[in-house]
């Protein structure tokens, strides 16, 4: 399987045949190896051959998934039914997709009746109990999709003079759809009225195979759909980059800086060129709106840089947006590594965009881990360049997301003022350091998945737990998800740092996880934590014994002795460096952190 794996990442899952994508498939279903995601497909179409087509996308990703397709028709039933083969099976992703034409209530199938605004009420009416068992009655994430209007509207021209057209229906179930779940974390909406408007609506429907075999798309579209579901997927299991590093000359604008000079390079209005290379910044300024940080690497003077960023006020992006620029004329390797080093993530959290392939080459020959994208030739394809680069997708957007680069250069200024002191201590107690501790809420949900799908260096156990499983322990009486947020004199840190405590109502409990961002690392916000979890477990709930484990990985050496130092016995070692550790209440004492006020919720 490990061949299969390493083979597929090298891969471009939208180029693959229907040959290819079906020998991948059946090689990965082969190895029989344990899943990253079960994908269940359910509605009331036939979906084969889509399963094996998102897996073939999804091992191009890096993710082994398995599938199941529940009976035709039969997704309440078998939701509902807790010895079914799809509750069985237990997804953690679940697809769901109706045709419109079930849906619609008996007039209008049968009689084409007209529609009217309760026709969408009637068909939300039928198809929301499916999800809402699919929340009741499974830890999945559900991908639902919209509805893809036709290629022909039944009344032709007069449809927009209509009361209520085709058009228009569509366009208000399809609102209305977003409306419905828009609160809900654990439903995704997939796109399929984008998608087949992209491939062509008459292209991507096969009425044939439909009429004969309840197959509603034709082969062609499937590579489509496939990507689309693989994206969702990828950014529910935080298979996500942190930082977007671009080139400048001829990647951010046109020409070469220091031949063109500031106001000669090409960007802004009023030349086909230049227009291109607006677009793609207000492209990228998007993307950091995401919460991905913008960063710099280019072989240029840093004083033509700075002289250009003070006097283009004409360009989408300013200095103000990139969190760490490297100019220099260094290799661009040693540029990207400076850069993840100075943002203290690891350089597998980069996707780095370049116009010259000398560069791309010596990025991916040197650093495998980062993810390279090469801008195109033509410049009025620029915009788009980075449309399919999935692991720059968010599936929600938090508050923390949306302050991310002004987060990065309050941890600059601490680094500076840190520079004044010679005693820890006492620069620790000048950050003024305030900490809230509370339990995850519906509303601190999505974030809390964040935290356990990208934090690796201080991070125990580095367990991905889904959202619908996050959602269940938060609401279970017998653990406790605790959520840390974090502020001083320099600013918000927003929330940093997730706990969860299994079985608090047992003599004996235990720390599942135990992690923290590694912006709010080497100030004892830990420390402050565990005297937390000691004082739930122990004064709140009356345990003997508190457990906990350290499982290594490449990446959480900072937490190999967290346990050791606060208390905790060692009870077990394994072959891999994996502890095992125990607590006794009567040995518990809380660690002393006099600069760090607390706050509990």
Known sequence: MQVTLERARHLDPLALSSVEVRRLSREARRANLAPDARIAFAGNIVFEPLPEFVEAHLLCHGINAASYVAPFDQSLQQLLDARSGLRCFDPSFLFLHFELGALLPAGIRLRGEPADRGT???????????????????????????????????????????????????????????????????????????????????????????????????????????????????????????????????????????????????????????????????????????????????????????????????????????????????????????????????????????????????????????????????????????????????VALTADDLLKTEQYAQNASRDAARRDFTDLHAYLLSLNTRIEIRPVDSELLPRAHQLFHKTNQFNVTTRRPALGELQRVSTDPSCRLLLVRAQDRFGDLGWIGAVLIRGVQQPRAAIDSFLLSCRAMGRGIESAMLNEVK???????????????????????????????????????????????????????????????????
């Open 120 to 394: 969408v009420d009637a068909v939300l009416a039928v198809l929301e109990p499916t999800v809402r068992a699919a929340l009741a009655h499974t830890a999945a994430t559900v991908l639902l999709t919209n509805f893809a209007g036709p290629d022909c509207y039944e009344l032709g021209l007069a449809d927009t003079r209509a009361e209520f057209g085709e058009q228009e229906l569509y366009a208000e179930l399809n609102c209305s759809l977003v409306r419905l779940f828009r609160a809900e974390p654990r439903v995704q909406i997939v796109d399929l009225c984008r998608l087949t408007a992209f491939h062509g609506r008459a292209r991507a429907r096969d009425r044939r195979l439909y009429y004969l075999a309840k197959l509603p798309w034709h082969e062609s579209f499937l590579p489509v759909l496939s990507d689309e579901i693989a994206r969702h997927i990828g950014a529910a299991l935080g298979h996500l980059r942190k930082c977007l590093v671009a080139d400048l000359d001829n990647t951010l604008w046109g020409g070469v800086l220091g031949e063109e000079g500031a106001r000669g390079v090409r960007v802004g209005s009023g030349d086909p060129i230049a227009e291109a290379y607006f677009d793609l910044q207000r492209k990228i300024l998007a993307i950091k709106r995401r919460g991905v940080l913008l960063a710099v690497c280019s072989k240029n003077n840093p004083e033509d840089v700075e002289e250009l960023f003070r006097v283009r006020d004409d360009m989408p992006l300013r200095a103000q947006d990139f969190a760490c620029m490297e100019i220099s004329w260094d290799r661009k390797d040693d540029g990207l590594r400076r850069i993840a080093a100075r943002l203290n993530i690891g350089t597998d959290s980069l996707v780095f965009l370049d116009d010259n392939p000398a560069e791309i080459e010596l990025i991916r020959q040197t650093m495998p881990e980062v993810e390279c994208v090469l801008a195109p030739a033509d410049p009025a394809a620029l915009p788009s360049c980075l449309d399919h680069v999935h692991s720059l997708d968010r």
């Open 535 to 601: 004082r739930r477990c122990f004064v709140e709930a009356g345990c003997d014994m508190l457990l906990a484990e350290y499982r290594p990985t490449p990446r959480n050496a900072p937490v190999r002795e967290l346990f050791e130092t606060h208390g905790f016995k060692i009870v077990a070692t394994d072959a891999s460096g994996a502890k095992t550790y125990e607590l006794a209440r009567a040995d518990s004492t809380p660690t002393p952190c006099d600069w760090i006020v607390v706050s509990i919720a």
